[in-house]
């Protein structure tokens, strides 16, 4: 048994929470920045599965420092086939999801410029809680079913979709202008 006080573990998940928040709010900007500055010219279709490339790099190195938490927290390295199955189709999930990503930037850049990342990453953002929201639902439905479902939920996702057109539209920051390509890399 857990011998911290109520407050303190909620203190705890919410500090996690927003430094994911933090994290996650600051990720699409800086790999549209790491993109836009791989080579340019002949190589610039393949900008975005360089930063992808990576990302992925970045995930591995967060996974070994994830295998010594666990081996200094003392773990007997036990695991079950089911949290196997569930846990690598998440990580699929997020490895398309960052693939995915990084695309959509890339594919912003010809209409939205520099601002791509101000356009594209506002309906991830926002969406990504509604896609969450419906797929823990059909895991684990409501009592009630789905016609129970309060109208304030049902208006908050709209909300949030709305929400997700306005500031992607008019964010201040979504003003780019015409994509300048950053200047070839010199052969050696």
Known sequence: MNSQPKSKKMETWIIFALLT?????????????????????????HASLKAFLLVCVAYAVIGIVAAVLIKLRGSNWSFTGSGITWSFIAGVAGALGAFTLVLALGAAVPI???????????????????INTITAMLL???????????????????????????????APSNTGGAHKPAAAAKPH
């Open 21 to 45: 928040v933090l994290s996650w709010g600051v990720y699409g900007v800086i790999l549209h920045k790491g993109r836009g500055l791989m080579p340019m010219g002949s190589e610039a279709p």
């Open 112 to 130: 939205k410029g520099t601002a791509a990342a101000a356009a594209v990453m506002p309906i991830v953002f926002a969406g990504a809680p509604i």
């Open 140 to 170: 684990h439905p409501p009592e009630g079913g789905f016609k129970s479902l309060p109208v304030p939920f049902i208006v908050g996702c709209l909300m949030a979709a709305s929400g997700a057109f306005l500031v992607a539209k008019y």
